[in-house]
């Protein structure tokens, strides 16, 4: 007899069932895009509101990562106690509140509180995001659907880039371009009436009555033939909770491979470093060359805008190119562009031309990259694997643009502060080439680590962890 999770797993698609989920996701990852988006339109406004040299501006963006990156291992924790559609609503109201608020701050350091506010609750709205799409998908249509989630991002920081020029004629236009996530607190009414919670979370708590409520009511939306289907009694709860659990799963993620860990590690962290680099500085770059602030929006939103194109032509060749070839070449040369782009900064066609090839290289980079790291490992340390290599990332790159606003650029210069980030960028992809392995048409679990096979309840990954 197959299990209740098999069940949710070979449902046939629906748009007006899993799709609606998939719409609903999608929506909450376009605003956590709009809001990181968000830091790179402020900072050039907010230097000349609150009169702040560069290193201060910098820490618009720091303050706002590096919340993110506490609220990535906080919130992983959380949902797994209060459910995957409860911490989806709650972590969407704190960072749509905490931005609405900060446009209402009175003071600098007020406004980077509630930035770093914002950033807890964005650090958890993204994985439990993630993790409320999956659980809900085919599994004939989960590598599609979790790929073209990717797309909501370009398409969150273009909407980002235009709304945000549209306002730029209005009086503190700073404060309006924040007050706009008002929106995603909107969302939450069709979070309470369009998703229930998933039953796969529902059954790892041993609520079966719950779980068995859900998975009749998915069987007979979607058409199915409905069967007799068991529901297994979770394992033995170990007790371990928050930073404990989270010190376990670090530790086997480690002990699987200390190769494919460091690669996956190095790799997001070098990837997301440029990434957000030139997401959070390229409007104040371009007012540094003396474009206007439309003007410097527009080109920005321009390198947002054609991401939407990467991110699609990147779920079409994943499977076709393998995952080590396609992250090698798009990465490498993302930051080769970013090189050219400094270079003939000062030529308005050039470095239009410069920014818009980063902007579609690296949206080739970045999905394949999510997809890649967590195939590296077996199942019940998938969620677990990402969410670390993802958290630590973001607790590197979330001090990268306050060490670019005040070291590396005035330092070094932008051509040579983007040639050493390349060269970064260089040697992971080297590393990633001698230490991990390639998944194209991998089974999931045919993981070769090298290291112990970590059976499923010691990690507790596989019974509900979501990745940060």
């Known amino acids: 007899m197959r299990t209740g999770q098999e069940i ?6 629906r748009w007006s069932v899993q799709g609606k989920i998939f719409i609903i996701g999608g929506l909450g990852y376009l605003f956590d895009a709009y809001d990181i988006a968000l830091n790179g339109f402020l900072m050039p406004l907010l230097s000349g509101h609150f009169d702040l040299s560069l290193s201060e501006r910098g820490l618009v963006a720091t303050a706002n990562l590096v919340g993110m990156a506490v609220g990535a291992v ?49 650090g958890g709205c993204i994985p439990v995001d993630y993790a409320l799409v999956g659980e809900f998908s085919p599994r004939a249509y989960r590598g599609r659907v979790l790929t073209a989630m990717d797309a909501w991002w370009p398409v969150g920081v273009t909407l980002c880039g235009l709304v945000s020029t549209a306002m730029l004629t209005l009086h503190d236009s700073w404060r309006w371009m924040l007050a ?49 289907y068991v529901i297994h009694a979770p394992p033995p709860d170990d007790g371990r909770r928050g930073v404990s659990a989270a010190v376990v799963q670090l530790r086997l993620v480690w002990k ?4 494919i860990t460091s690669a996956a590690w190095l790799l997001f962290a070098a990837v997301m470093l440029v990434y957000y680099a ?48 396609l992250i090698g070449v798009t990465a490498t040369l993302s930051s080769l562009a970013l090189v050219i782009f400094a270079l003939v900064r000062s030529t308005p066609t050039g470095s239009t031309v410069a920014i818009a ?44 643009p306050l060490l670019f606003g005040s070291l590396m650029w005035p330092v070094l210069g932008l051509p040579l502060t983007f040639a050493v980030l390349g060269v970064v960028v260089c040697a992971a992809v080297a590393w990633m080439a001698v230490a991990a392995p390639e998944t194209k048409g991998r089974a999931l679990d045919d993981a070769d680590g090298g290291g112990d096979h970590v059976p499923m309840t010691a990690t507790g990954a596989a019974r509900a962890s979501t990745p940060g």
């Open 74 to 122: 906080a919130w992983s924790a959380a949902a797994d106690r209060i459910g995957r559609k409860k911490a989806f609503g709650v972590t969407l109201l704190v960072f749509s509140g905490c931005s609405v608020l900060g446009a209402l701050a009175p003071t600098y350091p007020v406004f980077l509180a509630l930035r770093f506010l914002a950033g807890v609750g964005l």
């Open 256 to 259: 699987f491979s200390p190769r």
């Open 278 to 325: 030139a997401l959070s500085w390229m409007p104040s770059i371009l007012k540094e060359e003396g474009q206007g602030d439309v003007a410097a929006f527009m080109s920005t939103t321009l390198m947002s805008s054609v991401g939407i194109a990467g991110a699609l032509v990147a779920a079409a060749l994943v499977d076709f190119t393998g995952r080590k070839w």
């Open 8 to 13: 949710v797993q070979d449902l046939p698609w």
């Open 180 to 228: 706009t996530m008002v929106l995603p607190a909107l969302l939450l009414f069709w979070v309470r009436r369009g998703v229930p919670e998933s039953p796969i979370y529902l059954a790892a708590k041993g609520r079966e009555a719950e779980a068995r409520h859900v998975i009749d009511d998915l069987v007979a939306r979607t058409g199915a033939t409905p069967e007799r």
């Open 357 to 400: 090839v980063f902007g579609f290289l690296v949206q080739l980079a970045v999905p394949t990259l999510y997809a890649y790291v967590a195939e590296l490992y077996p199942t019940e340390l998938r969620a677990s694997g990402f969410g670390w290599a993802s958290s630590v990332s973001r607790a590197l790159t979330g001090f990268a």
